[in-house]
């Protein structure tokens, strides 16, 4: 297998921004974004800045307004919130939560502003929090669990009974829709866009077919590109939303390997896979203090690489819960994110598997795209990891242990992947295809697609993105 580290230019951007604007970069993370925009205006007008630097501030001006975006409740729409469980609650209690980490909150130019979500992760992050609301609004197990607990035994049964490790084949069609909104752009005006397309690099997804697409004239990214994309681009018109689609059908397998510790072989650590695949990676994979101290709690004296892994997966399983994050492209480091606040989403959780695997020399990298289970289509993030003997192997972070007292079935996610899913990404922070002028709206992952035109980026406020799922194999209830 061939790797390319092509860092993409925002990560470079970033790192730049902290070491050559060290003044800019204090007040923003202190907070003071109106002292940091008036600073970076009077530094944009220096002639003398190189096109690097004048980048670097102006993606940092459109970064304060993102985090602006993500947060902007206030205290009185928290409190509204969350007296649905807590008539009582009041700004002490809200302090409690914010002290301990269950509610996310920023200081911006001295008004505390709550994260979007904060008022809903709550109930997910706190444990108390968590069974006030099971016991008020009654315990129901997540659809998604049951199908899963329900559907992997038959595979890991087909698997193991066939000696095969991909089995039972879904097919689909997909039915991808973006469409920007009127008026965005004045009328004439180009619109660039770049939506995700599948990848055909994985034994897990094979067959891929492009059906029909809504312009004659596309770009469609080789397989080699670590993020896949199919690009159009159209001019506006007056008055109306301008609407990209395109269908593809592709088949995918469940996967499935019974990984025996015994032998797993030794790595082989002058290889370029393991150099490049055990290496630190700015911003979001760094071997922090925390990162160190954590797999020293977390690992112990465990060597066996696929061992270390399953202690790494149990513990974010059972100690970071789930919640919903924040645009990507405002956090600094995912991983340390992830390990200071005490829960993350799917991608948060799949770089701190990554980070930690990594720091303890075991090969792991991204993947990711969608996941497609019958009524819980939406965007997802996993990982992957290699073991000398094995391969590469498939890890839902994110899914975690399953509920089984088969002990295949219970980290079936751990080495194994259901066949619900589309694999459009195969790395993290990659060069879009055709490239990108300006900054991206998510400069990590690339699941709903990107637009621009010649004026700057569109952010997600001023668009939009649908997906139809079609199992052509298979009936769904």
């Known amino acids: 297998m061939k790797f390319c580290l092509l860092y993409f230019l925002l990560a470079v951007t970033q790192l730049f921004s902290q070491e050559k604007f060290t003044d800019v970069m204090k007040e923003i993370n202190d907070g003071n ?26 993606f940092q001006l459109e970064r304060m307004e993102r985090i602006r975006k993500d947060f902007h409740k206030s205290e009185e729409d928290v409190l509204k919130y969350i007296k649905k469980y807590y008539p009582e609650a009041d700004t002490k209690m809200l302090a409690k939560w914010e002290e301990d980490g269950s509610l996310e909150f920023k200081i911006i130019d001295g008004e505390k502003k709550y994260f979007n979500r904060s008022g809903h992760n709550l109930f997910r992050i706190n444990k108390d929090a968590k069974a006030v609301k099971v016991e008020k609004d009654g315990f129901k197990k997540d659809g998604l669990d049951a199908f899963l607990e329900e559907y992997l035994p038959g595979v890991v049964k087909e698997s193991m009974e066939n000696d095969a490790r991909y089995v039972k084949p879904v097919k689909y069609r997909l039915n991808y829709t973006l469409t920007v909104d009127a008026d965005v752009v004045p009328e004439n005006e180009m619109l660039r866009v770049w ?87 700015y911003p979001h994979i760094m ?57 993350g989403d799917c991608g948060i959780k799949a770089l701190t598997f990554i980070t930690l695997c990594r ?74 295809y055709p490239s990108k002028i300006y900054p ?12 621009e035109w010649k004026g700057g980026n569109l952010y997600f406020d001023k668009w939009d993105y649908h997906m139809d799922v079609e199992y052509l194999n298979m009936e769904v209830k």
């Open 33 to 58: 974004f109106l002292k940091a925009e008036k600073m970076i205006g009077e530094k944009l007008s220096d002639s003398a800045l190189t096109s690097d630097e004048k980048f670097a501030l102006e």
């Open 195 to 281: 939506m995700p397309f599948p990848k055909e690099t994985s034994k897990r997804q094979e067959s891929v077919r492009l059906v029909k697409t809504s312009l004659d004239e596309y770009v469609l990214a080789s397989d080699k590109h670590a993020q896949r994309t199919i690009y159009m681009e159209k001019p506006a018109v007056k008055g109306e939303a301008t609407e990209f689609s395109f269908s593809v059908e592709y088949t995918a397998y469940n996967d499935f390997t019974k990984v025996n510790p015994g032998k797993v072989k030794p790595y082989d650590k002058a290889s370029d896979l393991y150099k490049h695949c055990t290496a630190e990676r």
């Open 287 to 343: 071997f922090t203090d925390r990162v160190k101290e954590l797999s020293e709690k977390i690992v112990g004296d465990e060597k066996n690489p696929y061992l270390v892994a399953k202690k790494i997966f149990t513990w974010i399983s059972n100690t970071i819960p789930w919640a919903g994050a924040r645009e990507y492209s405002t956090i600094d480091n995912i991983s340390d994110y992830c390990i200071r606040r005490g829960h």
């Open 359 to 432: 720091y303890n020399g075991i090969p792991a990298k991204w993947q990711s795209g969608w996941m497609l289970h019958p009524g819980h289509v939406n965007l997802h993030d996993w990982a992957e990891f290699y073991l000398e003997g094995y391969g590469w192997l498939p890890v839902d972070q994110s899914f975690g242990i399953t509920e089984s007292d088969n002990e295949d079935v219970k980290y079936y996610f751990l080495g194994g992947m259901d066949a619900f899913r589309l694999i459009a990404n195969e790395d993290f922070s990659q060069p879009l």
């Open 440 to 451: 991206r709206s998510e400069t990590v992952d690339f699941q709903r697609g990107e637009v």
